[in-house]
């Protein structure tokens, strides 16, 4: 089964000064957002960071979490998982509770973390066809 999370949460202060500019057109998303499993990662999850899912132990439920990084670029896929969306706002690891984003246009030059390569870029668009990556 998936990460469980307290929904009754004590109120803090997070710096979300990109998350209008990343998120360029909320067109649609995962509804109710899910609960993420934030295991080694550390600090604020930003708005605009891919989010990945893959299946449980059980073959009916999933697990997301927020795409690995390295450095200021992401890391590879994990194995066995797939592209399901962008958050759509900076959230504390203490609560992680997120709405994703799977439809809408995103700046990619804001986003907290860049594309490895080309071929990651493809990647995503590929599995996320109604997300339009773009910048001024």
């Known amino acids: 089964m998936g990460k469980l999370a307290n929904l009754v949460n004590d109120p803090e202060t997070i710096l979300a000064a990109n998350d209008s500019v990343v998120i360029r057109q909320y067109n649609g998303g995962i509804t109710g957002g899910r609960t993420n499993d934030?295991?080694?990662f550390d600090g604020p999850v930003k708005g605009g960071h891919l989010v990945v899912r893959t299946k449980d132990e059980d073959g009916v439920n999933y697990t997301y979490k927020p795409m690995p990084v390295d450095g200021d670029?992401?890391?590879?896929?994990?194995a066995n998982h797939e592209y399901v969306g962008v958050t759509v706002a900076t959230k504390s690891t203490d609560y992680p509770l997120?709405?994703?984003?799977?439809?809408?246009?995103?700046?990619?030059?804001a986003m907290?973390?860049?594309?490895?390569d080309e071929a990651?870029?493809?990647a995503?668009?590929?599995a996320l066809p109604n997300?339009?990556?773009?910048h001024d």
């Open 73 to 78: 670029k992401y890391a590879d896929l994990p």
């Open 131 to 134: 997300l339009i990556f773009e």
């Open 120 to 122: 990651q870029r493809a």
């Open 124 to 126: 995503v668009k590929a």
């Open 98 to 109: 997120f709405g994703i984003m799977d439809d809408g246009r995103v700046n990619d030059v």
């Open 112 to 116: 907290p973390y860049q594309f490895k």
């Open 38 to 40: 934030l295991d080694g």
